[in-house]
């Protein structure tokens, strides 16, 4: 009780003594059909032809596009894919080169995002992104690629897309539990950015209204995926939550799914949802009044507790041995989560690091 009165009277101000917060200038245009102002956009930009890219899964939606641009579309490349490698980059690049394309149209998930993002850097080409998930990649001025089995980020503004079309009509196909995980990832950016060092009272609103407009949304989505009101809503969400990965610098949650990702093969957004819960609950020993906001959101007694009972209510995977990982990997990922100290509200130390993994693996609820 005391806590919660603690966070009301907290929440009546978001100012900081000090602050520095950088914002990039990027155009959003939202609605339910924003895809068809995709020729506008262009237009606006000054750009006449568009290389309009997305996995071989989404093809079909390429060859919409393409035939929605006509003669601004100088052609597809449908090879996108999870990890973003620089073979492929480098493929699409040519591709781009050899069709004369002056832009890209992104159309996908973080993936697809992510390979916009790797012709840019090459060719320093402006992009479209139209996102047709939550993972947030959209709104950073971030590429992670990989090689020879290495993933390394970059942060540049040569990366950051300069429009994005949020259209809910496009995500209303994104499976059930794609739904879920690919949601808690995008919760993931809001939740650390409440306790990053560089946040802002900007960045703190749009991750407490990212985080909301989850809450009220998923569970409509999940009732009701076709449904287009609550599919918006979730969009909202993502593009508050990537808005916010984009501006402040994560911390422990980001580099153990970094480190499983990488190391262990895991899947992306599945990784946050389990991942989620157990890394709030290590930081909210240290920083409970900047993690306070969670607990309120969701009527909860506290950040990590709320964020296992949504998961589970929204039924996300809750092990990561259910991902693959073998139980023996676990000393290795507490290792090499441990290795290269980095920031974080509460020192990142091996043992405890050992026992949130062991929970983590075995689906149990965070340690309190
Ligand atoms: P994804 O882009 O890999 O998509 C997963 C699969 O879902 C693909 O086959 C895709 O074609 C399909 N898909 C996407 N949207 C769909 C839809 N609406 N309907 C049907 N199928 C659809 O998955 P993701 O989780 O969006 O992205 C993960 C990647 O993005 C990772 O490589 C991650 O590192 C990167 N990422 C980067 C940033 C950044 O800021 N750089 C941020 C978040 C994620």
Known sequence: MLMREKTRAR????????????SAAVRVRFGAGARRAVGDEMEALGVRRALVLTTAQQAATADEFAA????????????????TPVAVSEEATEVARRLGADCVVAVGGGSTT????????????????????????????????????????????????????????????????????SALNAMAHAAEGLYARNRSPMSTLMAIEGLRAF???????????????????TLYGAWLCGTVLGQVGMALHHKLCHTLGGSFDLPH??????????????????????????????????????????AMSMKAPLALRDLGLREADLDRAADLATENPYWNPRPVERDALRRLLQAAWAGEPPAA
Do not use: C
């Open 68 to 83: 929605m641009l006509g003669e601004r579309s100088a052609g597809t490349f449908t090879g996108a894919v999870m990890h």
């Open 11 to 22: 929440g009546m101000s978001l100012f900081q003594e000090e602050f520095v917060a950088t």
């Open 269 to 310: 957004a599945e990784t946050h949802a389990i991942v989620l819960p157990h890394a709030i609950a290590y930081n909210e020993h240290a920083v409970p009044d900047l993690l306070a906001p969670i607990a309120e959101i969701f009527g909860a007694a506290s950040a990590g507790g709320a964020l296992h009972h949504f």
């Open 215 to 233: 809450r009220d949304a998923l569970p409509r989505v999940v009732a009701e995926p076709a449904g287009l009101k609550a599919r918006g809503e």
């Open 114 to 181: 992510g390979l916009g993002k790797a012709i840019a850097l090459r060719t320093d080409l402006p992009q479209i992104v139209v996102p047709t998930t939550y993972a947030g990649s959209e709104a950073t001025p971030i590429l992670g690629q990989t090689e020879g089995g290495r993933k390394t980020t970059i942060t540049s503004p040569k990366v950051q897309p300069e429009v994005i079309l949020y259209d809910a009509e496009l995500v209303r196909t994104l499976p059930v539990p794609m739904t879920v995980t």
